[in-house]
């Protein structure tokens, strides 16, 4: 496993801080956001630490489909995939991504307008 020290998502995936997990696979994590933004906020990770979604797309190894595999289920899963569902992956600062450790956004539930603002 890829982890990073004072990672706050490495720490989730390594069950030191409690997250509220909805999906698991032997390489990827979706736990609910703590600040959710629609009645479905689920975050989805690789376990090993990417920080951005450039990093991951660079991965070439798979996690990538991975990790999009894994939000389709989570969105399945959740019951808002029929619906329509919204997966962001906020990348780089003035995008608003906060945490470092690549994740994408599952975000239904709601009625969800474009361009996001
Ligand atoms: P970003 O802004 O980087 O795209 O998204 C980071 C997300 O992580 C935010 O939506 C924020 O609410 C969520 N978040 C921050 N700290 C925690 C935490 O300790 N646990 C969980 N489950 N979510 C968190
Ligand atoms: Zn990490």
Sequence with gaps: MVSEANCLFCRIVAKEIPAEVVHETDRTLAFRDVNPQAPTHV???????????????????GLADAVLAAAHAVAEQEGVAEEGY????????????????VHGHVLGGRGLTWPPG
């Design 86 to 101: 919204r997966l962001v992956f906020n990348t780089g600062p003035g995008a608003g991504q906060t945490v470092f450790h």
């Design 43 to 61: 975050l989805v990770v690789p376990k090993d630490h990417y920080p951005t979604a450039a990093a991951l797309a660079a991965a070439d190894d």
